[in-house]
């Protein structure tokens, strides 16, 4: 257990829909990682938030937005589903702004019909 | 964003058989990490290289920031069938990082 915790765990939704995945991180940990792991595209990095606000930026598209809370938990919305949307959504937290040490939740699996 | 390119895609091996696995990329990268994934977990830090040259190892585990940093390797020694799982290499600079496809080993007592 990395002491992250995602919710939910399985998410099925129809294409056009909007959801929302939540990610507590470790206690402690002030920065929180979005991650898409899909089949054909492997590990891709979203979005990092470090103590409330955006840190860095990676492949995430205008459809899907983050942000972090003062309470340090993290949402990741996703809007206007699409088929290809359907993934393994990871958040992962660490103590600093660096993602050198990184802890990974369990995942929430996202499948768009 | 352009990923780093890892090899092999997959491997079977004996139990007790040495594995090694590598990334390559077109850029320079300040970080090197190798993370293990198991099924329906989320991926584990094996190993985190800070340096060009650097060395390290975890147990039976060795990784090596190729002097270029533009490349490095994982190294597992005599394996045991727990090492199952999926293995993948992360490199990092300047706010991005960048991940392999992941090389998904397979043991065979």
């Known amino acids: 257990d990395s002491g992250v915790t995602q919710t939910p765990k399985h998410l099925i939704t129809a294409t056009g829909q909007r959801v929302t995945l939540r990610c507590s991180p470790r206690?402690?940990?002030?920065?929180v990682y979005w991650y898409q792991q899909s089949l054909d595209q492997g590990l891709q990095f979203l979005i990092q938030?470090?103590?409330?606000?955006?840190?860095a930026k990676g492949n995430i598209l205008e459809r899907f937005s983050a942000q972090q809370f003062p309470d340090l938990h993290s949402e990741l919305n996703l809007s206007s589903l699409e088929l290809g949307d359907s993934a393994l959504y990871f958040c992962?937290?660490?103590?600093?702004?660096?993602?050198?040490?990184?802890?990974f939740g369990p995942g929430t699996r996202l499948t768009v019909t | 964003g352009q990923q780093l390119n890892q090899s092999p895609q997959s491997m079977f091996i004996q139990e007790g058989e040495d594995v090694s696995m590598n990334c390559t990329s077109s850029?320079?990268?300040?970080?090197w990490l190798w993370y293990k994934q198991d099924p329906g977990e989320g991926p584990v830090l094996l190993i985190a290289?800070?340096?060009?040259?650097e060395l390290t190892s975890n147990g039976r585990l060795t990784a090596q920031f190729g002097i270029t940093r533009k490349d490095s390797f994982l190294n597992i020694s005599a394996s045991i069938p727990s090492d199952v799982g999926i293995y993948f290499c992360?490199?990092?600079?300047?706010?991005?990082?960048?991940f392999g496809a992941g090389t998904r080993l397979t043991v065979k007592p």
């Open positions: 992962a937290s660490s103590v600093g702004s660096l993602p050198y040490e990184q802890y």
């Open positions: 206690s402690g940990d002030l920065s």
């Open positions: 938030y470090y103590n409330g606000e955006e840190r």
């Open positions: 850029s320079i990268f300040n970080t």
């Open positions: 290289l800070y340096k060009a040259g």
């Open positions: 992360a490199g990092y600079n300047n706010n991005d990082m960048r």
